[in-house]
């Protein structure tokens, strides 16, 4: 690579180096001054190189080496040039007009304008005031602009990386110190020619101005125009069953979505209504044409978000009963940071690239898309940890309401927005600070709006980047009138142009305490678990004996302290924690203690340091009892519990669900503690109130899943009540449960079942059941997975399973013997499952939906399974949206009731 001073050293190295008489000297000198002069005058040209100066380059290789389809198409680009525009005197530096000409083997033309300061090398990417790039198809060329900053805005699939010719840098002062070969998207150039007098003319370019830092978008392509308040069922809004209130986003509707500040689109069917690249928005799914999208400002990415990372960790183990008897929080989180880094580096991270090699040549182009940001919850950490993007959680869901995070462990955190949006900032922000980056909210309820514009402000004003909403999710909020969505987006657009630039850097470290959790800690979410694992619960204890509620109430009311004092403060982990920066650090201790790190001195506490509570007179207290106490399994668990109240009401927070849509009203919340580790959400509806309504008496009934419903052992239940003023109370409870029945396997399924996609269902009409179908077209499968972690990505409609299996002639249970039943049970169906059994439909299940879709189902087959012969099984699934397919075990069983057998 050329310096700019090696021109100017070489004359005096010569001359150091050379004896001389005095005339030869004098000739020296004066040719020295000239070349000096030279470079000068090059120099102030500008910082690229002479204006005019350019080269031309060709593929050096062979372009019948390429995908059917990009040979078909004629896109291989075969030519290359290069050329310097004019210099250009900016406020702080000096910059110059770069222009770039692609030309494809079909004839098209694609061109590039930059200015910028210098050409990328060893200091790194140049900065880039303008970036401008043409299509031969668009009315005008497209000038990309960043809102807020008004800078250039550059692709994100990364100009440098993928669409920078490699080995063009430095300054390059002639014609020869153009590289002789280049790489550019993946393949070497040679070159051809280079000019001195090329005419870099600076089009009039259409100016696209986006903020990709406050993400507003739509994936539906219905609208829903029902009254307010009439809902569909989850599955009617899933299937589109209620036609007669949806109909089709038109061009009208995607303009106004525009205008509204919708920046985000998905653009399958709306890129048929409206030219979106022409548009102030982000297209994101698309993988053609290439290499257009890889210069393409607008083009978001194939994958745009990793969606919840936490939830599908937390589906994965949990069937495992020896990760949930034995894991710690610290093995816990390396798991899902190590879940994470496994999505990001191939799933996730190479999914553009795994669609784009399908139809076009890549060569050595990096592979991996650059990180994308995490939709999570409570994973913050161990997901930044783990190679995301970013993170932006769900907004009024995180960190919980205060009200439960209180009851939880312990704190007494005022119940206002601002302290649990400082809360949630802190967890997140310090994620962001310390992995260098990006935090945000996302939303996806249009009813909360006016709480979602109020979140959301103040997320922004504190520095978040990623402001998602979700404004078309089908079966949570598709089925939303149409008004709430535009009053959504109308929100979010009146804060994004009330907040001017912000100074980034400064709010990243606007904290000067540190929280610093153990390893695996974490703050939220409300269920009171780690990581939404419903096992990793407060009622553990940690490898010091200490239970897990004792070593986070320390954290809470540490955060409560630094709350009500008004401090900013972030929360950590201690692992990849890079201690800089702060002023005091925090830690919480898994013995019980608490260490203060400030101003050199170290101090161990044997708790946390409680802050001043105001006293606003008596406290709630709760007291409750089983109103139907359980002797086997399955017979009725019902809690009743009574709260006298003191000087304040039930706090109103704890019945925020859905702004108060639903009815009833909760009077406290509480966790069910199961003989198998796991724990369930316990909510007091109020049933009556006595002494004038300062007695309240709730109740809850525990249902009972098919994965628990021969559970035995010991049931523990804290049921806690909280009022106005942040004062709580809690009871315990305690009940011995018997199992209700005996199970035993009769079959083993192999892991290795054959499978096929039906992407236009025709597998009923072809009767892919029939025990004798014929599977020579048919791939394989290993049973339990999603199909899209089995190579088949982003695939959403139907699919087919088959097995076969044998069962032992003594395996048949005894007609004589009891009330036996034989079942085929399934762990979960992502998707609509129907189930064939030796050619005939024996059941289904609906698993497409936001619940059932981790649920168990069971069938009962006794009278259709052939005992001592092979039997068939066949399984179709019909998934929508994300994930699909047989991801969790299915078993054959035997199942003997009312045995009461421990």
Known sequence: MVREHEGSDECPRQMETIPMKRNRTRSALIASLIAALGAASAVSAGPLGPPGLGASYRLAADPEDRPEHEREQGDTVMQMSVAFGAPVDLPQRKAQWFRMTLTKKNGRVLRLWLLLDRLPGEDGAPNVERYIWSEPQWPKPLEYRERNRDTALLPRLGLWARGWPHGLGGRIDGADRFPERVKLLGYPFERTETVTDADVEVPDAKRLVLDPHWISFTIDAFRYDAPPGWRLSEKQAADRYGKQFYTELSAVDLRRHIDLGVNLFEPKRHLELLDLWQEPVFCAKAVSPWPEIVYRGNYYGYYWHLNEPTVHHRSKYNEKPEVVATWTPAQLADSLESHVYSLMTTWRGYGLWRHVTRRYGLGDLPKYQDPIVAWDRDGVWPVMAGGAGGVAVEGTGFPGDLPTLNMQYGSQIPHTDANRMALATAVLRGAARNFRRSWGLSFYDPRRWPQVAADMDYAYRHGATNIWLWGGWPGVDADYPHAYKLAMFEATQRIARRHGPRDMNKLLHAAEVAIVLPRGYSIGYYHGTFYETWWMHMERRNAEGVKLRQVMNHAYVEAERLLREGTPFD??????????????????????????????????????????????????????????????????????????????????????????????????????????????????????????????????????????????????????????????????????????????????????????????????????????????????????????????????????????????AGSRPDPEGGNVSVLMAFGAVDGDAVVYLNGQRIGGHDGDNDTKWNEPFELDVGGRLLYGRTNQLTVRVRDTAMLGGIFKPVRIVTREAGTGSE
């Open 571 to 808: 929360v950590v982990t201690d692992r990849h924690f890079r201690k800089q920066g702060y002023g005091t650090y925090i830690y919480i201790l898994e013995d019980g203690r608490v260490r203060v790190e400030q101003s050199g001195e170290t101090t161990l506490l044997d708790g946390p340091r409680v802050p001043e509570r105001p006293d606003f007179g008596p406290k709630p207290r709760i007291t409750a009892r089983f109103a139907a106490k359980p002797v086997f399994a399955g017979d009725p668990l019902r809690i009743e519990a009574t709260v006298e109240l003191g000087s304040g009401d039930v706090a109103r927070a704890i019945n925020h669900e859905q702004l108060g849509l639903k009815s009833g009203w909760r009077i406290g919340v509480g966790t069910l503690f199961r003989p198998d580790g796991f724990s369930r959400r316990i909510e007091l509806d109020l049933a009556r109130s006595e002494a004038n309504g300062n007695r309240l008496i709730g109740a809850w009934t525990h249902r009972w899943s098919p994965a628990d419903e021969n559970l035995g052992g010991t049931y523990r239940a804290r049921v806690c009540t909280i009022d106005e003023f942040a004062r709580w109370d809690e009871a315990w409870l305690e009940v011995d449960v018997r199992p209700r029945y005996r199970e035993t396997p009769i079959a083993q399924l192999p892991p290795q079942w054959t499978f096929r996609l039906d992407p236009d269902d025709v597998g009923i009409a072809q009767r892919w059941f029939a025990v004798d179908c014929d599977e020579s077209a048919w791939g394989k499968i290993k049973v339990p997975q999603w199909w899209e972690k089995a190579g088949h990505p982003d695939y959403d409609g139907v699919a087919w399973y088959r097995v076969t299996f044998e069962v032992k």
